[in-house]
């Protein structure tokens, strides 16, 4: 599986190969441009303008986001991780995020296409997608949104012991969604007339979307994919449930590989209902294996192609997700 | 058929940002004329202007302008707006409030929207001037919901979350008073329980400034003489902007919410002179015809009109025109009645804006119990003649107010208020 996704033209151009002369006018078109933003941020903005040093990008981008944030909401931006989500955390619509992308446009002197922007869910995203882009590097491949059909397709676990209905994977993470419907059958018993849902379960949920990430988002060496047969739960610290989870709730979980060292992989992991934290799990370690890929089966990636692409078949050597987009 | 009331008011205009000081600006016929700065030039003809105060829009930039404290905008609602945008937002809240209206009220299928302004040449140029230079990926996102004609109800109805009805209308000088005409069908019709009427306009150079192409700004560089609608020495209009809010409720509303309205609208009219693309019909034919439909709609015989708040603009030839129309309407009524006035001698024209600022002016009178009288007016134009036109304002109560509106094209409109 190729680890970045294929580009629209243009992108990963490296900029700027060699910084152009920042004449005084230019200072003072970009102190315009950056008025609303914090007096740092102009400051990065001019550094990396006569320097091209990407170490300042950062602290621009941040900048800029937060130029664009409703006051309320800026303190989470003070010490935001790179899991801060733009629309749900920071309530940034897509015509901000439009804002936001040409006054970076303005200030790193870059160009950046529609297209490159559907994939930016986190602040940690958008950093590391300008940070590619100034660099020259290939993008990271861009979160996937996996429904259930695919989840069943893919995952060695089956229902009645499935416990996802909705997953997205990307390289550096993965989320998921579990409704409780009330039907599970451990429900009758767990606990009598007092359906919860047991706290071993919901960390098998957690488990379930690692398993996913492993077969879909991890990185593999190459002609290898990671065996569904091959993995298996090993060990967890640092489990503590917050609340507890009944019928009707909504589970959104979310996992992160912390290590990554065959034939062990360790994540922390975390559920919420709402904005209420339900279960973290500081660390849970799995095994795996890889296996070759054309022994392996691959719905995986076809999954994603529409069914009939333009000359019917697609080349048995196409990347997948170049397949999925020229579909 | 259901009954319509007008139950809120709110005002951002040249005679005062709120009720309280534009009735007072209307009674005692004070002025909002200034020498507008950005006017202050050779090449610029035009001197005066009826300004917006405690409102700076200058800027092309939303985050530059200043406006009272008291009204709350997030930069999330203020980027998307033209300065009427702002200007209505504004007004919209004062008639919320005016009329004790709940957020349940407000956002439900029942209660829709219809707007008029003539949209943002000030910002459409701006952001037109930016695509030439810098091309169109460094556009605004937001810059055509800001600027095209449409602007104001685009982000009245998302700012305000209405479900109901929801248009814009664009008649020129007419459109505010078309958009009063068909929210009150909506309600007498049961498509609607309550609607927000809004007119609005810039007033800014990009708004005005082009009238006087046509010739048809007052080129008077005194305040207190520029708009005299009627006089002999009139010279052409003063222009304005600002917004005006009026929400109109069924009867079942009304009663529901226990509220006390400032007037019934019984019905409206409307007619075309089919003559001349901006030039009025010389009779007034379209006008009268409107006056004569909305009368009829409304089940009132023309001696019953105690006041008809006139389209009257201060040029030479739309006065003359709409005052032979009210002649023929009134030809066969009780002498020196209606007794007729036209609120641009203090406000100069609002063009979309003026058909619901001027309905707002006339119910605002009928529950204060006064008629504004004409400001300015000094000698009669022999062609205006046979008018009721008192100089100063009556001390008195009227009964039925009508309201005319007269856009390019030939489009007139006729709206008939009644006390409550």
Redesign the interface.
């Given at each position: 599986m190729p680890e970045a996704a294929s580009h629209s033209p243009g992108t990963g151009k490296p900029f700027p190969s060699t910084p152009k002369a920042f004449a005084p006018e230019d200072e003072a078109a970009l102190r315009e441009s950056l008025k609303r933003c914090s007096p740092s941020t102009f400051e990065s903005a001019v550094q990396f303008r006569k320097t091209g040093n990407p170490e300042h990008v950062p602290a621009i981008v941040i900048g800029v986001i937060e130029r664009f944030v409703e006051p309320d909401l800026r303190v989470k931006l003070k010490d935001a991780d790179d899991d801060l989500r733009l629309i749900e955390d920071l309530g940034i619509d897509s015509l901000t995020m439009m804002e936001i992308v040409i006054l970076v446009e303005d200030v790193l002197q870059m160009s950046i296409n529609n297209d490159e922007l559907r994939n930016l869910r986190t602040v940690g995203d958008v950093k590391t997608f300008i940070d590619c882009k100034i660099r020259g590097l290939p993008l990271p491949r861009p979160t996937k949104f996996i429904p259930i059909e695919h989840i069943g397709a893919v995952m060695p676990v089956q229902p009645p012991f499935l416990f996802l209905n909705e997953a997205s994977v990307s390289s550096t993470a993965a989320n998921g969604k579990y409704r409780i419907s009330g039907q599970e059958f451990f429900l009758q018993g767990h606990f009598k007339d007092n359906p919860v849902m047991p706290a071993s379960i919901m960390l098998e949920a957690l488990g379930q979307l690692a398993v996913l990430y492993l077969l879909e988002g991890a990185p593999t060496e190459p002609g290898k994919v990671v065996s569904a047969q091959t993995i298996f739960f090993t060990g967890c610290e640092g489990v503590r449930a917050h609340r507890v989870c009944r019928p009707g709730d909504i589970l959104t979980l979310s996992i992160k590989p912390k290590r990554m060292k065959m034939p062990l992989a360790t994540f922390e992991g975390a559920i919420r209902v709402g904005q209420e934290k339900a279960v973290i799990v500081e660390e849970i370690t799995l095994t795996y294996a890889f296996v070759d890929a054309v022994n392996a089966p691959v719905p995986i990636n076809g999954a994603y192609a529409a069914p009939e692409g333009e000359n019917g078949a697609m080349p048995a050597d196409a990347p997948p997700l170049r397949a999925a987009i020229n579909a | 058929m259901a009954r319509v009331f007008i139950t809120g008011l709110g005002f951002v205009t040249s005679i005062g940002n709120d009720a309280t000081t534009v009735s007072r600006h209307l009674r005692e016929l004070r002025h909002g004329f200034e020498l507008f700065p950005p006017f202050q030039k050779p090449d610029i003809p035009c001197k005066v202007v009826g300004t917006i105060k405690d409102f700076s829009t200058d800027s092309p930039d939303p985050?530059d302008w200043t406006f009272p404290s008291r009204y709350k905008i997030?930069?999330?609602l203020l980027?998307s707006m033209a300065p009427n945008g702002l200007f209505a937002h504004c007004a919209a809240l004062q008639a919320i409030e005016d009329a004790q209206l709940k957020e349940a009220d407000i956002s439900n299928p029942e209660t829709g929207l219809y707007a008029a302004s003539g949209g943002s040449p000030f910002l459409l140029h701006h952001h037109h001037q930016r695509l030439q230079k810098l091309g169109v990926?460094?556009c605004?996102?937001?810059g055509i919901v800001a600027s095209i004609v449409g602007t104001l109800n685009f982000n009245l109805v998302a700012a305000f979350k209405i479900l109901g009805a929801s248009c814009g209308f664009s008649s020129a000088c007419a459109s505010s008073a078309h958009a009063l005409g068909y929210a009150f069908d909506d309600i007498v019709l049961g498509r609607q329980q309550r609607m927000f009427v809004i007119g609005a306009e810039d007033g800014n150079v990009d708004a005005i400034l082009p009238f006087a192409g046509m010739r048809t700004l007052s080129l008077q560089t005194d305040p207190n003489l520029a708009s005299r609608p009627f006089d002999t020495a009139r010279d052409g209009f003063v222009g304005t902007g600002g917004a005006t809010v009026l929400i109109m409720e069924s009867e079942a509303e009304v009663a529901r919410r226990g509220v006390k309205p400032y007037a019934e609208m019984l019905g409206w009219g409307q007619a075309s002179d089919g003559y001349n693309v901006a030039i009025s019909h010389p009779e007034g034919s379209g006008s009268a015809a409107a006056m004569v439909h909305a009368l009829r709609a409304s089940g009132v015989r023309p001696e019953e009109v105690d006041y008809v708040n006139a389209h009257a603009t201060s040029t030479l030839i739309g006065d003359v025109s709409e005052a032979r129309a009210l002649r023929s309407v009134f030809r066969d009524s009780v002498p020196d009645r209606p007794v007729v006035s036209s609120t641009k001698a203090l406000t100069g024209h609002g063009l979309s804006l003026a058909g619901a600022m001027e309905s707002a002016f006339s119910v605002l009178a009928l529950r204060e119990g006064f008629i504004p009288g004409n400001a300015h007016l000094v000698n009669v134009d022999p062609e205006c003649q046979g008018l009721n036109l008192p100089r100063t304002t009556q001390e008195r109560q009227a009964g039925i107010v009508l309201k005319n509106s007269s856009g390019f094209g030939g489009a007139n409109v006729a709206l008939v208020f009644k006390r409550a």
């Open positions: - | 985050e997030k930069r999330e980027r990926m460094r605004s996102p937001l």
